[in-house]
Structures are given as C-alpha cells and as structure tokens.
C-alpha cells in the first residue's frame, strides 16, 4: 500500500531511475508486504520551476520524498526504510539535503479497488 512521491532535479537517466525505484520498492514492501502494491511516482523538476531559500533556479532542486504509509509500523522499521530509500536517493541524485515526509494511515481509511485495506488483511 505504501505511496510515495519523488520531487527530484531533471537530468538522471532511466537507468539509474530503475535503480532507484527497485531499491525503494524492496525497502517499502519489506516493511509493509501486505498488499503487494508500492507506488512511487518520480516527479522531474527543471531549475526554473524550483524556488528554495527564496530564489528561483538558484539551484538543483534538493530531493524530497512524500510517502504514503500504513498506521503502526515501529520506529526501527521506519529507520531501516528511510535509511534505504536514503542511500538510493543519494546513489542516484548526488545531492544534499534529503527530506522525507511520511503520512500514515489506518487502514481503514484506505481503499483499494473500492474495498477498504482494512478488510483485506
């Protein structure tokens, strides 16, 4: 279930992408394996669409993470993903800065094909 948004500069090329989204699957899906459905969308941004500090294409944008997750998980587990998804991230991108956000939900309050994940499980 977990769904997560990918704000990163343009320029990387597909095959480091399809590093980087295998190495964030298996982290999310080690975690949350039930149901096997990781999403990750990358979201390219070119210099002039990015302000940070306050000026506009002044620099790459830094890479910012928004995931989506269940409600529940230990904070060891939520080290251990953030630390690989981290280590993709920096394997691909080179820059600093990396932030994520991370939205739980119970599962209750998620559907999946019109059915709530909390009866499914």
Known sequence: ??????????GVGVDKK????????????????????????LREWPLDSVSQNGLLGS????????????????PDTKRKVLKKINAAVADAYRLPDFMTF????????????GDLLADLT
Do not use: S
């Open 59 to 74: 620099e790459p944008a830094r890479p910012v993470f928004m995931v989506h997750i269940p409600l529940g998980a230990d």
């Open 18 to 41: 399809r590093e980087l989204v295998k190495a964030a699957y298996d982290a999310l899906h080690e975690a949350w394996p039930v149901p096997d459905d990781v999403r990750i969308f």
């Open 1 to 10: 279930m977990p769904v997560g948004y990918l704000d990163v500069p343009t």
């Open 102 to 113: 991370m939205q739980e939900y119970p599962l209750d309050m998620v559907a999946h094909d």
